[in-house]
């Protein structure tokens, strides 16, 4: 069973603090790893997608990922009240002839001014 | 930018009607999905298509089936709509194995 964790919160910090998100996932041939953001009665938006591991930055945004521990992270700098949201991991899945994308079942952030 | 059209925001219907979720893309993608998602249960794949006429059952397929006549367009269809099938249900199309989501549909069913 192909899998991807995280906490579901919530999980709260102050404005202007660092907003750390986590996510593990079970298979080792997993390619793609990507960051999603869903604002309350709004759909899932991309926010960040990596593929190779290390740290990959855009704006306030950083993903790392760490292929041999299955762990992806999602830092949010200098949190703002509108970056509260449920954030959503997923992990493109291929294996023996299938290809999936499996969503976490998200992190709530509340950014507190 | 992508744009992932879908039919209706809100729906209300009764119990045994049966339900059709419309989606169209614009960005001539090969992948398109249809999800559920309920509180604390996360995304649930439905049905996804990889191609026009082509279909294949996600994790959840039990009382729904889907239709793809046209590349553009990929149908849901509740053929006899339980109270258990309220939720919201969003649609998404993928390219290079990113998804683009549609605003969602939030379907109760009385």
């Known amino acids: 069973q192909k899998e991807v964790e995280q906490n579901s919160g919530p999980l709260s910090v102050p404005e202007g603090a660092i907003a750390s998100l986590n996510c593990t996932y079970s298979d080792r041939v997993s390619q793609s790893f990507f960051w999603y953001r869903q604002y309350s009665g709004k759909s899932p938006e991309l926010i960040m997608s990596?593929?190779?591991?290390g740290d990959k930055e855009d704006g306030r945004f950083t993903a790392q990922l760490n292929k041999a521990s299955q762990y992806v992270s999602l830092l949010i700098r200098d949190s703002q009240p509108s970056d509260s949201a449920t954030y959503l991991c997923a992990v493109f899945f291929s294996q023996g002839g299938s290809e999936k994308l499996v969503f976490g079942k998200g992190t709530k952030l509340t950014v507190n001014p | 930018d992508v744009k992932v059209t879908q039919s209706s925001r809100y729906l209300v219907k009764r119990t045994g009607e049966k339900v059709f979720l419309e989606c169209v893309q614009d960005m001539d993608h090969e992948n398109m999905f249809w999800y559920r998602q309920d509180p604390g249960l996360g995304l649930r794949l439905i049905y996804f298509?990889?191609?026009?006429?082509?279909?294949e059952k996600g994790d959840i397929p039990e009382g729904y089936s889907v239709s793809r006549e046209k590349k553009e367009r990929f149908s849901l269809i509740l053929e006899s709509a339980s109270t258990n099938q309220t939720s919201m249900y969003l649609c998404a199309s993928s390219f290079l194995n990113i998804q683009y989501f549609g605003a969602g549909t939030r379907l109760s069913v009385l």
């Open positions: 298509s990889y191609d026009v006429k082509m279909k």
């Open positions: 990596i593929y190779s591991n």
